[in-house]
């Protein structure tokens, strides 16, 4: 039997506490409010576990905190830094200082495109995170993923599905044989996929001007099948 978990229920010596689970994670990436909403519903009432990456703060992380299924973890954005812009945030160390000040329970960090190094790693274990999910191993690798732990304590999740990935391969994997993959099984989604149903890239970069106005781009939602149909797929596992 299947289930899902949280990532902080994974346990690096206990290969059975991650073989027979789905750890399903979101990135908020900066969404509006009800996009994020549009997602939490659905996963709500689903009944299923879920880790949450913050990006920033908003009146949610109080319904999330408060539904015993779900982690919330921290989703950095670095990349300013090395464009040298310092918008949010002068150096790594601010940057972490003020996630981690709106999500002090944070044990888990996934950064915006993956940016990571050894430097970043140690200020991650300095502000008292444990799970580093900065490593994507796509199910088509053949790779049977499995936890491991770094020089300094952190624990690395590999993850092996994101959507916006999914969508750049042109894939329709079907996530319901995930049962079938042995191994670590963490999914990447993002709220504003989900609520776009993208299919590819081109709908999410011509509709820019509107992510920050649900009720406009509501209507460029894509009506074939897409992001959202496969977060549907998988939740039908757990029926």
């Given at each position: 039997?299947i289930n899902t978990k949280?990532?902080?229920?994974?346990?690096?010596?206990?290969?059975?506490?991650?073989?027979?689970?789905?750890?399903?994670?979101?990135?908020?990436?900066?969404?509006?409010?009800?996009?994020?909403?549009?997602?939490?519903?659905?996963?709500?009432?689903?009944?299923?576990?879920?880790?949450?990456?913050?990006?920033?703060?908003?009146?949610?992380?109080?319904?999330?905190?408060?539904?015993?299924?779900?982690?919330?973890?921290?989703?950095?954005?670095?990349?300013?830094?090395?464009?040298?812009?310092?918008?949010?945030?002068?150096?790594?160390?601010?940057?972490?200082?003020?996630?981690?000040?709106?999500?002090?329970?944070?044990?888990?960090?996934?950064?915006?495109?993956?940016?990571?190094?050894?430097?970043?790693?140690?200020?991650?274990?300095?502000?008292?995170?444990?799970?580093?999910?900065?490593?994507?191993?796509?199910?088509?690798?053949?790779?049977?993923?499995?936890?491991?732990?770094?020089?300094?304590?952190?624990?690395?999740?590999?993850?092996?599905?994101?959507?916006?990935?999914?969508?750049?391969?042109?894939?329709?994997?079907?996530?319901?044989?995930?049962?079938?993959?042995?191994?670590?099984?963490?999914?990447?989604?993002?709220?504003?996929?989900?609520?776009?149903?993208?299919?590819?890239?081109?709908?999410?970069?011509?509709?820019?001007?509107?992510?920050?106005?649900?009720?406009?781009?509501?209507?460029f939602r894509n009506r074939?099948?897409g992001i959202r149909n496969?977060?549907?797929?998988?939740?039908?596992?757990?029926?």
């Open positions: 039997m949280k990532v902080s229920e994974i346990i690096i010596n206990k290969e059975e506490s991650w073989q027979n689970s789905i750890y399903i994670t979101f990135d908020v990436d900066w969404a509006h409010d009800e996009i994020i909403k549009d997602t939490f519903d659905i996963i709500q009432e689903a009944k299923v576990s879920a880790t949450w990456f913050i990006t920033h703060q908003t009146k949610l992380i109080r319904d999330l905190r408060r539904n015993k299924n779900f982690d919330l973890g921290i989703h950095p954005n670095f990349e300013n830094l090395l464009r040298g812009d310092n918008k949010n945030g002068k150096n790594a160390n601010e940057i972490l200082s003020n996630l981690t000040g709106i999500v002090p329970e944070a044990l888990a960090i996934r950064s915006h495109s993956l940016t990571q190094s050894s430097h970043l790693q140690n200020l991650f274990k300095k502000e008292g995170l444990k799970y580093d999910l900065n490593h994507f191993i796509p199910l088509n690798s053949g790779i049977e993923l499995k936890p491991w732990i770094l020089w300094n304590g952190l624990i690395k999740i590999p993850f092996c599905w994101e959507d916006d990935i999914e969508c750049m391969y042109g894939n329709n994997t079907n996530l319901i044989e995930l049962n079938k993959h042995l191994g670590l099984k963490v999914l990447d989604f993002h709220p504003i996929h989900i609520f776009l149903n993208t299919k590819d890239l081109n709908l999410y970069q011509s509709t820019r001007e509107f992510h920050q106005q649900p009720d406009k781009l509501i209507k074939g099948y496969q977060l549907f797929e998988l939740l039908s596992l757990f029926n």
